[in-house]
């Protein structure tokens, strides 16, 4: 049976774990939320621990707070990011919508751990969580701040190196193949020839245009709401601690954050958040289509498409011996859903600020983190265990080709597209190929049909 101490807050009295570094205000959440079994993100936890150390720091610099009392809330905020005092934070997303529980979290973990340090140090001054951990703060322009730093870091450190390993696949591929000449293929019909090379192009561009809309993005999230306190007037804090702080954040982070120009609204709105969790949905929807494409081309492997070939990386029916599915492309397709889902919560819930504040930040950065954890991890595992390996049926690639009515359109500058079109006709109707329609229809010879159709050519029309 677990022993207990004693804490103290404005309410009263309550028990905490020993072993356990929070007081009495985490304490209260954990059993006024029982709600769920999905925790305040690691990321958010880490951001508040360097917003702390670096407020400490700034109200060091401002003549606010005791050198010793900062270097002790550093000492303890480096060893949350360190990664060791994980058990002392077990509170759940679904608390208080301005995370004031989570806040105060941090303020009680850090306030214990200084002050073991500054008695391990012969230090006689304490600390206090409200008067020194949170000084010149609120829960109102903390969260937010926490949250935004776990964003770009998020995206930064997880999402972008991901998504330019995928983009790097995908740029070899399309040289490698861009002489291997295919049919295209638009609204599931046969269309007229491109190379293979060309078509993974297509792929290529797409993660290069969303990772710069990404990119362009997150200057709207580097702004941060610190300094603005608890309505946005930076009550209770220095006239100078907004910009003193956002310096001292990126001394700790090598970053390149900014003081919000405006506090009202970086309480209030989380249109930052919003914008560039569309430009991750915009990745998400071209991932979709890529994986889309890679599973249809790689359908079969004798009844599809099967234009191409993907790793075997598992069996795939428990009943149908040798079945093998494109797995990486319905795990990854799956995680788009799923991003999806959490841009509507995303936008719902930004669209909920009341007044001076928003109270939906902790699901706006669960359901945002949750995406770039996703994605990141999606698209490592789909270019490592399918697009590294994806290579080209170049027999069944030709088949499909020579069979192709598209090929007529070639003719239209040479006959014109009523006398294309009877050509294509009857070459479906009569089961013959573009060649032997033509003759048969007297419209045009076969070696003026063999002059005039290259597949190859038809695929760089504008070459000099």
């Given at each position: 049976?677990s022993?207990?101490?004693?804490?103290?807050d404005?309410l009263?009295?309550?028990?905490v774990?020993?072993?356990?570094?929070?007081?009495?205000?985490?304490?209260?959440?954990l059993q006024?939320?029982?709600?769920?079994?999905?925790?305040?993100?690691?990321?958010?936890?880490?951001?508040?621990?360097i917003?702390?150390?670096?407020?400490?720091?700034?109200?060091?610099?401002?003549?606010?707070?005791?050198?010793?009392?900062?270097?002790?809330?550093g000492?303890?905020?480096?060893?949350?990011?360190a990664?060791?005092?994980?058990?002392?934070?077990?509170l759940?997303?679904?608390?208080?919508?301005?995370g004031t529980?989570?806040?105060?979290?941090?303020?009680?973990?850090?306030?214990?751990?200084?002050?073991?340090?500054?008695?391990?140090?012969?230090?006689?001054t304490?600390?206090?969580?409200?008067d020194?951990?949170?000084?010149?703060?609120?829960?109102?322009?903390?969260y937010?701040?926490?949250?935004?730093?776990a964003?770009v870091k998020?995206v930064?450190?997880?999402?972008?190196?991901?998504?330019?390993?995928?983009?790097?696949?995908?740029?070899?591929?399309a040289?490698?193949n861009?002489?291997?000449?295919?049919?295209?293929?638009?609204?599931?019909?046969?269309?007229?020839?491109l190379?293979?090379?060309?078509e993974i192009s297509g792929?290529h561009r797409?993660?290069?245009?969303?990772e710069s809309?990404i990119n362009?993005?997150?200057?709207?999230?580097?702004?941060?709401?610190l300094g603005g306190?608890?309505?946005?007037?930076?009550?209770?804090a220095?006239?100078?601690f907004?910009?003193?702080?956002?310096?001292t954040?990126?001394e700790?982070?090598?970053?390149?954050?900014?003081?919000a120009e405006?506090?009202?609204?970086?309480?209030t709105?989380?249109?930052?958040l919003?914008?560039?969790?569309g430009a991750l949905?915009?990745?998400?929807?071209d991932?979709?289509?890529?994986a889309?494409?890679?599973?249809?081309?790689?359908?079969g492997?004798?009844?599809?498409?099967?234009?191409?070939?993907?790793?075997?990386?598992?069996?795939?029916?428990?009943?149908?011996?040798?079945?093998v599915?494109p797995?990486?492309?319905?795990?990854?397709?799956m995680?788009?859903?799923?991003v999806?889902?959490?841009?509507?919560?995303?936008?719902?819930?930004?669209?909920?600020?009341?007044?001076?504040?928003n109270?939906?930040?902790?699901?706006i950065a669960?359901?945002?983190?949750?995406s770039?954890q996703?994605l990141g991890?999606?698209m490592?595992?789909?270019d490592e265990?399918c697009?590294?390996?994806?290579?080209?049926?170049?027999?069944?690639i030709?088949?499909?080709?020579?069979?192709?009515?598209?090929?007529?359109?070639?003719?239209n500058?040479?006959?014109?597209?009523?006398?294309?079109?009877?050509?294509?006709?009857?070459?479906?109707?009569?089961?013959?190929?573009l060649?032997?329609?033509?003759?048969?229809?007297?419209?045009?010879?076969?070696?003026?049909f063999?002059?005039?159709?290259?597949?190859k050519?038809?695929t760089?029309?504008?070459?000099?």
């Amino acid at each position: 049976m677990s022993e207990f101490r004693i804490e103290k807050d404005t309410l009263g009295e309550m028990k905490v774990p020993k072993e356990k570094y929070w007081g009495a205000q985490t304490q209260r959440s954990l059993q006024n939320f029982p709600i769920g079994d999905e925790k305040m993100p690691e990321e958010i936890v880490e951001g508040f621990a360097i917003l702390k150390k670096s407020a400490a720091r700034a109200n060091y610099k401002l003549g606010l707070l005791e050198e010793d009392k900062a270097n002790a809330i550093g000492h303890a905020a480096d060893r949350v990011v360190a990664g060791e005092l994980h058990e002392h934070f077990p509170l759940v997303v679904w608390q208080t919508g301005s995370g004031t529980q989570s806040n105060m979290n941090m303020n009680e973990v850090l306030a214990y751990v200084g002050n073991e340090w500054l008695e391990e140090q012969g230090k006689d001054t304490r600390l206090h969580p409200n008067d020194d951990v949170n000084k010149s703060q609120s829960s109102n322009d903390t969260y937010p701040t926490a949250l935004h730093i776990a964003a770009v870091k998020k995206v930064e450190e997880h999402v972008l190196p991901a998504l330019q390993q995928m983009k790097q696949t995908l740029k070899e591929k399309a040289e490698a193949n861009e002489e291997i000449v295919k049919i295209g293929r638009t609204h599931l019909q046969d269309a007229t020839p491109l190379t293979l090379g060309q078509e993974i192009s297509g792929w290529h561009r797409m993660l290069v245009k969303t990772e710069s809309m990404i990119n362009d993005s997150l200057k709207y999230v580097r702004e941060i709401a610190l300094g603005g306190t608890a309505v946005g007037t930076g009550i209770n804090a220095h006239p100078d601690f907004a910009e003193t702080v956002a310096q001292t954040i990126n001394e700790e982070t090598n970053g390149t954050f900014i003081s919000a120009e405006n506090k009202f609204h970086a309480l209030t709105s989380h249109d930052e958040l919003v914008h560039t969790h569309g430009a991750l949905k915009g990745l998400a929807a071209d991932v979709m289509k890529i994986a889309n494409d890679v599973r249809w081309l790689a359908s079969g492997p004798r009844c599809g498409i099967g234009e191409i070939t993907i790793p075997a990386n598992e069996p795939g029916s428990s009943i149908m011996p040798g079945k093998v599915n494109p797995t990486q492309s319905e795990a990854i397709t799956m995680v788009v859903a799923h991003v999806m889902g959490n841009d509507a919560a995303i936008g719902f819930a930004a669209s909920q600020g009341n007044f001076e504040l928003n109270v939906y930040k902790p699901v706006i950065a669960y359901n945002f983190l949750q995406s770039c954890q996703l994605l990141g991890d999606s698209m490592r595992s789909f270019d490592e265990r399918c697009l590294v390996g994806l290579e080209p049926d170049e027999k069944e690639i030709e088949k499909y080709l020579n069979d192709s009515l598209m090929l007529v359109t070639a003719l239209n500058p040479h006959i014109g597209y009523e006398n294309a079109a009877k050509i294509a006709k009857y070459a479906h109707e009569n089961n013959l190929t573009l060649r032997e329609a033509c003759e048969a229809t007297e419209i045009l010879s076969g070696e003026k049909f063999d002059e005039l159709v290259d597949p190859k050519e038809m695929t760089k029309p504008n070459a000099k």
